[in-house]
């Protein structure tokens, strides 16, 4: 049964990162679906204690609202990344945060290589133009945008699919141990 729910929150996943890459927006459904599909999870006991799932959730709800209200990163990564989380728990936490962050790093790469490539291409929601240079009259600059839920799905199937590798036998960080 566990497997089920980690193919839902595969396919949540992805549904994030392909609709990120798009409009660079992520729905709130999505969030919200991953956090409500925890609560069945946890009462039939796929999620060993679960109340520290909690706790680290709502650590990294915190900084991540954080970030966001500084404008360091967009509202849909501060609502997906806690919810991810509340997955992978405290257990799976740095593996998910490491995979996330090296997968942001290639990524942000690849955007950079685009935007290179064509510079012609608008990359962000705003048409590729900075507001404040479009209104003012100046040349409009790029204001480029990373589809980080690229990098979240990343770093959460990396956790997902730890507990089927180790069945066979291969581990992809040794520390972590067996599912959620």
Request: hydrophobic share 60%.
């Amino acid at each position: 049964m566990l497997v089920i729910f980690n193919i839902i929150l595969v396919v949540l996943l992805i549904w994030a990162a392909v609709h990120d890459l798009r409009t660079r927006l992520i729905p709130n459904r999505i969030p919200a679906l991953i956090v409500l599909l925890f609560l069945p999870a946890a009462l039939l006991g796929y999620v060993p204690q679960w109340s520290t799932h909690l706790l680290v959730f709502g650590i990294v709800f915190a900084i991540t609202a954080t970030a966001f209200a500084l404008g360091w990163m967009g509202g849909g990564d501060a609502k997906l990344i806690p919810a991810i989380t509340l997955w992978a728990g405290p257990q799976h936490l740095v593996l998910f945060l490491l995979a996330m962050a090296l997968a942001g790093g290639l990524v942000a790469a690849t955007m950079l290589v685009l935007r290179k490539k064509s510079q012609n291409t608008p990359l962000g929601p705003t048409g590729g133009q900075d507001p404040a240079a479009a209104q003012d009259g100046s040349a409009a600059a790029y204001t480029p945008s990373v589809p980080y839920a690229v990098a979240i799905a990343i770093g959460g199937g990396v956790f997902l699919i730890q507990p089927v590798l180790n069945a066979f036998g291969a581990v992809l960080w040794p520390v972590i141990g067996n599912g959620v």
